[in-house]
């Protein structure tokens, strides 16, 4: 494997082995590679999470991380991705993870460069290292995917973690339900009533309401969003005692998510977010020995 771009490209068993190499590194350790590697995070967006969680992966690997800040960048002078990427490739980069506001930004790098890219979250499109963690925290809780009941609930029209987890949760045997309201459900089938859904679901997955990508300013406000859409304290009652929480982030408290139910028993929020680095790392172990 050169490339992660999407989670359509990925096969079941090239999914299943990613889970299965984050759940060794979580075990035992992440293991540096042998050689020498050179890196750079090109984030064109603001990102906590997955920056800073794709660099300790590749600190742990032993990799030779090259910084980069967009607003420092040749881009403020005009120079397009593909001129910086390739810039880049020139100078000896080996992966470049790029998070980028537009929808298949990489789509004229793969055909121009060599590089390997790693697709940190493009636009509304996909973020598969994203959707793999969240996989990977599913079948830690589970040790299946068949059969469960996966709610997906908010922001779905504008969200990559949406599309890239609703396909391949299918895929895998889930069944996926989509919650929001009718105008945010996109190319999404969805419900907007809680009472039907909440008490049959194995995993809620809540999304950000993300603003900075509504042409119109929202007709909820965050009070009336999150009484009619929102995972309120109430409705957590009824949810199936070992059903579990999930959240990408980051999160607005009080509007998705009731504040009390981010560090509840069932929520996996921020295991979530450490076993990011885990699946982080046995991507790009893959994509690097791939390069050899």
Known sequence: MKHL???KILSLEEIMFFLTRAAE?????????????YISNL??????????SFEI???????????????FSSTLKGETLLDTVKT??????????????????YEQLLEETSVSIVNGG????????????DLFT???????????????????????VARSNADVLTRLGASVTVLCPPEWSGEFNSVNKWDDVIGTSDVIMLLRVQHERHELQSIYTNESYHEQFGLTEQRAKEMKKDAILLHPGPFNRGVEIA???????????????????????AVLETILKGRN
Do not use: C, W
């Open 5 to 7: 771009i999407s989670m």
């Open 25 to 37: 590194f979580k075990q035992s350790g992440i293991k540096k590679l042998p050689g020498k590697y």
């Open 43 to 52: 984030f064109f967006e603001p990102s906590t999470r997955t920056k800073m």
């Open 57 to 71: 992966a590749e600190r742990q690997l032993g990799l030779e991380v090259l910084p980069f800040e967009s607003s």
């Open 88 to 105: 880049l490739e020139a100078i000896g980069l080996d992966t470049l993870v790029i998070r980028h506001p537009e929808d298949g930004f």
């Open 122 to 133: 493009d636009g509304s499109g996909q973020h598969p290292t994203q959707s793999l963690l």
């Open 138 to 160: 599913i079948y830690e809780e589970f040790g299946t995917f068949k059969g469960l009941k996966i709610l997906i609930a908010g922001d779905v029209v504008h969200s990559r």
């Open 259 to 281: 504040d009390v139910l981010i560090d509840s028993p069932q929520s996996r929020i921020f295991r979530q977010m450490k076993n990011g680095v885990f699946i982080r790392a």
